[in-house]
């Protein structure tokens, strides 16, 4: 494993961790209440969690020891991304520490493949060994 991505995971889940996901915002618009109230909409989470229900929700995925950690990579982007997936969810954050998405599928491994530019890291206790 690049060993340059592990200590990126690691950074981000600590800082997390810390901190809560960071949220793209602006005055007027948060990606984060964004997200939040379109999985609701899909009812892929229950329709009373609030912000701070889903970002735990994400800090769970990302925090499971089991869970596979990927780099989203392609030519055309302006940054790497790292995705933690746990077969239905996708938690996808920027190197730049950035959330992108948290999205439902009914199965990761058809949407997460090599030939996409998603190259797999290893397992999220693998990414914390010494």
Known sequence: MDSNYKS???KIVS???ENGPIWKQ???FHSGYFHLEKRKARNEIPKDWSLNDYNEFILSIMNNRENNVYVYILKHFTQDYIVFEDGNWMVIVGTNFVMETCMYRKD???YLKSDAG?????KVKEV???
């Open 8 to 10: 990126i995971v690691r």
């Open 15 to 17: 800082a997390y961790n």
């Open 26 to 28: 602006t005055k007027k």
């Open 108 to 110: 990761t491994s058809t």
């Open 118 to 122: 998603y190259i797999y890291i290893g």
């Open 128 to 130: 914390f060994e010494q």
